[in-house]
């Protein structure tokens, strides 16, 4: 009866640990994602205000994804490169 109680107990905690490790690496990935996010928000604003455009607020980017902010920023990219060449 002891023996089983004691693997109960390590079965147990097996899998708290694991739930933990679990949600530390989903807690590390979703804070890389939004800094990125948070980046590329910086990004565009700045070329908004190089091309003397009107800059975005907040909730012009709600719901937007990653690839869609980079998208922007590669867009604004070209004008601006446009812009020098001409």
Known sequence: MY????KAIRDRQW?????RN???IEGET???IEGKIE????????LQE????SV???SDFEGKTLVELQSH?????????NRRVS
């Open 15 to 19: 899998e708290l640990n694991a739930s």
């Open 56 to 58: 975005s607020t907040e």
């Open 39 to 46: 980046g590329e928000i910086k990004m565009i604003r700045m």
């Open 22 to 24: 679990e949600g530390l």
């Open 50 to 53: 190089i091309l003397g455009l």
């Open 73 to 81: 920023t590669a867009d604004l990219q070209d004008r601006l490169r």
């Open 3 to 6: 023996d089983s109680r004691e």
């Open 30 to 32: 979703k804070g890389k």
